[in-house]
């Protein structure tokens, strides 16, 4: 598993950002598409140098947009070329994943606009969350093709909302979730909440079953990105980064537990 990091909730700076959290162990780095689409001709140079510099992984966390918003949309695609353009002369992205909240149907148009770009690029691409059944994976399938690098991005914190308001979030469906999942699973954020909203607490706080999440990911044969999404709260900048290093420190030990079977 490769230790990662949401950079974007540190500031803005997530060059700088990533070479703290560099210091620290982990070794891949989480940008906001958000912030990367502001960056000029100097900042995407000063980032490919940065990671070069690092030799970390790197990815952006991007999201679609409205699919019913033409200028929105144009915006979009002009972002991802940006994206693709600077992996294509630097080479250092290694995964592009995507959050969105509108109907699946609807982007689907947009989703196989992006995948045909990125196609052969060496960027895995993945959703956060979706597709979570085989229902889902129907508008998927009709997308991809065999030579396609794409799967999953699962936010615990968000499982463990989706459990709770169904009231299934026993460890058992926690397990069962995993289990289920109908596409590789290339990364995983790491927050912690009580199942009523989306705290974004850190991952050993809050009442998710991280157990059988662990559990679940042991059985998957997970070695892909653990990303610590906590977001640092009245927090002086230093002390944010150490809290964050001990929420994975505390992941990685949860992970080497012998895992028991529910």
């Not at 009523?196 to 157990?211: C, I, K, N």
């Not at 999404?229 to 927090?235: L, Q």
Request: with cysteine; net charge negative; proline share 5%.
């Amino acid at each position: 598993m490769q230790k990662s990091i949401a950079l974007w909730n540190y500031g803005d700076d997530q060059i700088a950002n990533a070479r703290a959290f560099k210091q620290l162990g982990f070794e891949a780095f989480s940008f906001l598409g958000r912030l990367f689409d502001l960056q000029g001709p100097k900042e995407d140079e000063d980032t490919a140098c940065c990671m070069a510099e690092l030799q970390g992984m790197m990815t952006i966390h991007h999201r679609f947009p409205d699919p019913t918003k033409t200028e929105k949309i144009a915006a979009f695609m002009h972002n991802m070329e940006h994206i693709r353009l600077w992996q294509e002369r630097y080479g250092r992205l290694n995964g592009l994943t995507f959050d969105f909240n509108h109907p699946l149907e609807l982007l689907c148009p947009l989703l196989g606009d992006v995948v045909k770009m990125f196609r052969g690029s060496g960027v895995f691409l993945a959703c956060e969350d979706h597709p979570l059944n085989e229902q889902e994976m129907g508008y998927f399938a009709s997308l991809l093709t065999p030579e396609d690098d794409f799967g999953l991005l699962i936010d615990c914190g968000h499982m463990h909302l989706r459990h709770c308001r169904a009231g299934k979030n026993s460890p058992q469906d926690v397990l069962n979730a995993m289990l289920s999942l109908p596409l590789p699973l290339k990364e995983v954020h790491l927050s912690g909440n009580h199942g009523e909203r989306d705290e974004h607490l850190a991952p050993e706080e809050g009442t998710f079953p991280m157990g059988a999440f662990i559990q679940g990911l042991h059985s998957l044969g997970f070695d892909g990105l653990c990303t610590i999404e906590r977001v640092p709260r009245n927090e002086e900048y230093q002390s944010s980064l150490l809290r964050s290093q001990r929420s994975m420190d505390w992941f990685l030990r949860q992970c080497q537990t012998p895992v028991s079977t529910i």
